[in-house]
């Protein structure tokens, strides 16, 4: 082949070809392979996760809060009561036990405990019947 | 402005997929041309334009609308070509060069090539040009890229391209006239 000039013969084309429907479905398959091969998504899902988690703890420990100061308080309360019960019924303490017990300050307010009126005194003593019992006794 | 917006809607992940399919559908024959002008054959220029879409898609974020994102995608698109090229090339234990010579040899075999007598001529004396230039033939003229747009791609000025582009061609009727 001689004087071959590019621009002198019409256009050569590369002759690259493809299969049939090549084009209709490479999209799709691009499309198939985004979500995969894009990270972006992964971290946001496990973050929604972690959330969720996050927010049904909180939920959880609200909610057991009030239970457990309902079992903490009964608790407290129980064993006063069983102390009372053992004390009343099974310790051989006697008063003069629980008396030596008492100190300055314990008597202290045993003594306002009775700090009654002298009025309220005179009021008892003139309405109460069986005085005159008392007094002759 | 357009593109802008089209950028917009591409990073918005309510809109992204739907302007994601706009694109493929805009660009997947051109870029599966410029790519396969480059590897030569149908199978690896499937899996470099599939990996070229998936860059896009990744690197979507970072797009700074500095440049078109026309010339970007061309971008990501002949570098990924060329380095497959290259690593397919280091795979076989020969040069990129070699490569090349040997799939053009065998372009009468492949299904998906026309083959004509002036078609295998025109690749075979391609091949024997360095590397920019024969980018820059394939892109004027299989491609019929404007000069301006190949200069954003390439990042060469228009003169050297254009300069580029009359030594290949030359270098081309050489070869034809002479074999």
Redesign the interface.
């Known amino acids: 082949?001689?004087?071959?000039?590019?621009?002198k013969i019409p256009?050569?084309?590369?002759?690259?070809?493809?299969?049939d429907y090549?084009?209709d479905s490479?999209?799709e398959?691009?499309?198939q392979?985004?979500p995969e091969?894009?990270?972006k998504v992964i971290p946001l899902f496990s973050k929604t996760k972690i959330w969720t988690i996050a927010i049904a703890a909180v939920f959880l420990i609200s909610l057991s809060i009030p239970i457990f100061n309902a079992l903490k308080t009964s608790s407290t309360e129980l064993d006063k009561g069983t102390i009372e019960n053992y004390l009343t019924n099974h310790a051989e303490i006697s008063d003069d036990d629980l008396v030596e017990l008492l100190d300055e300050e314990d008597i202290q307010k045993m003594k306002l405990n009775y700090n009654i009126e002298d009025k309220t005194i005179e009021d008892i003593l003139s309405t109460n019947s069986d005085l005159e019992e008392y007094i002759i006794n | 402005m357009e593109e802008k917006d089209f950028i917009q809607k591409l990073l918005n992940p309510k809109t992204q997929?739907e302007a994601?399919?706009i694109l493929?559908?805009q660009y997947?024959?051109p870029l599966?041309?410029h790519i396969?002008?480059i590897v030569?054959n149908?199978d690896d220029a499937?899996d470099v334009?599939?990996n070229t879409?998936?860059k896009v898609?990744?690197h979507l974020k970072g797009f700074k609308g500095d440049s078109k994102l026309f010339s970007w995608m061309y971008r990501i698109a002949t570098n990924e070509a060329i380095t497959f090229i290259n690593q397919k090339a280091k795979r076989n234990g020969t040069t990129s060069e070699a490569l090349q010579s040997k799939i053009v040899e065998n372009l009468k075999a492949d299904s998906?090539?026309?083959?004509?007598e002036?078609?295998?001529k025109?690749?075979k004396a391609i091949v024997t040009l360095p590397e920019k230039q024969q980018l820059v033939f394939?892109m004027k003229?299989?491609e019929e890229m404007k000069y301006e747009d190949m200069s954003e791609i390439l990042g060469t000025s228009v003169g050297a391209l254009k300069a580029s582009y009359h030594h290949a061609?030359k270098k081309?009727?050489n070869y034809?006239?002479s074999?």
Do not use: A, W
Request: hydrophobic residues 40%.
């Open positions: 082949m001689n004087n071959f000039e590019l621009n256009k050569i084309e590369s002759g690259f070809k493809t299969p090549y084009f490479f999209s398959k691009i499309m392979q985004l091969r894009n990270q | 997929n994601f399919q493929l559908s997947q024959k599966y041309y396969r002008n030569l149908h499937d334009l599939q879409f998936i898609f990744q998906f090539f026309d083959g004509t002036i078609q295998i025109l690749q394939k003229y299989f061609v081309i009727e034809v006239n074999n």
